[in-house]
């Protein structure tokens, strides 16, 4: 981890929120926590904004209304999220989906600095089978799915300036590789 004056510089060079993109199980939001504590900034997790604006579980918004409104909302949380922490380092995380949308993904660009969360689907499928409440995994097999997620999907996260290996090591891991990667982006 850095130093604490680095870290200092680093938190007054951030002028915009960080945002975490990459697939599910990836670790977006446990990663995001830890990141958001060491620059002791705010953490919000976009799943769990878009399920208190909606009053509703993600499970079941895309039981009822489908895959596409829910997109068309996650986008409308998102850039909420980002205006309420324009000008400050904040953290946000995303849902797998939300940079693969184009809008979405062109707002993150503009507005937040991305950083990608790459994981093999090896590792992803092992973290995501723990548990049921993924609604794209429903009846599915997380490799399966994942590779194709990843097909589809790769390309967009290539796109974030910042791309960082998630391993099957601690996330702290993963916490130091992003500052090592925000020192060198805001220089």
């Known amino acids: 981890m850095p130093s604490a004056a680095a870290m200092d510089a680093l938190i007054t060079r951030i002028d915009r929120p960080i945002v975490l993109v990459g697939l599910m199980g990836v670790g977006k939001s446990t990663v995001g926590r830890k990141l958001a504590q060491v620059l002791t900034t705010p953490f919000v997790d976009a799943d769990d904004a878009i399920t208190a604006a909606a009053q509703m579980p993600i499970p079941d918004i895309f039981d009822q209304y489908g895959e596409a409104h829910f997109r068309d909302g996650e986008r409308r949380v998102i850039a909420r999220l980002i205006e309420e922490n324009t000008g400050r380092a904040a953290v ?58 990843m097909a589809k999907r790769g390309p967009a996260y290539a796109q974030a300036p910042i791309r960082i290996v998630s391993d099957q090591g601690p996330h702290a891991h993963s916490v130091a590789r992003i500052l090592a990667a925000l020192m060198e982006y805001v220089t």
């Open 92 to 149: 946000i995380a995303t849902g797998g989906g939300a940079f693969a949308d184009d809008e979405t993904r062109s707002l993150i660009l503009d507005r937040a600095i991305a950083v990608w969360l790459d994981a093999r689907i090896e590792v992803l499928a092992e973290r995501v089978g723990r548990k049921q409440t993924r609604p794209l995994l429903i009846g599915r097999d997380p490799h399966e799915v994942l590779a194709e997620l």
